[in-house]
């Protein structure tokens, strides 16, 4: 069970990393490591910390939001022990768990609205990785 939520955002996603942890109803240790304002600065070292949070605590997930997504997804994949995945849909954020064992969900607030954030959330929180031997056998692989 998930019990650590680690999250971040730089200026582009501040203002739904703020909405996120104000309305996430889900009972969660949530972990927020900033940014804390929209004055301009760089992703890949909110990127980090959430990381190695996540690296270094066992039942702990990252969420990372930037304008698209797509920097903080680059730069979390770049830690090892990180699985990260840019989603747009609850039912993407789901399986990119069950299937490949995503461990950091990356989102963009250009692309995400305060609608359906919130599902996209809990979705990703409450999915599993099924233990078949298929997706246990391709996610070795990432360590390849």
Request: glycine share 6%; hydrophobic share 40%.
């Amino acid at each position: 069970m998930i019990q650590n939520l680690a999250i971040a955002s730089d200026h582009a996603g501040y203002n739904l990393k703020n909405y996120i942890v104000h309305n996430l109803k889900k009972e969660i240790n949530l972990n927020d490591f900033g940014t804390n304002s929209e004055e301009s600065c760089d992703f890949p070292d909110f990127a980090k910390e959430v990381c190695d949070f996540v690296v270094n605590n066992e039942s702990s997930r990252g969420l990372l939001i930037c304008g698209s997504g797509v920097g903080m997804s680059i730069s979390a994949n770049k830690i090892k022990g990180i699985r990260a995945a840019n989603v747009v849909d609850k039912e993407t954020a789901t399986q990119s768990v069950e299937h490949n064992d995503v461990n950091v969900l990356c989102l963009g607030a250009n692309n995400i609205n305060e609608e359906n954030v919130l599902d996209i959330v809990e979705s990703f929180l409450d999915a599993k990785l099924i233990q078949d031997e298929r997706y246990l056998r391709r996610i070795s692989k990432f360590e390849d």
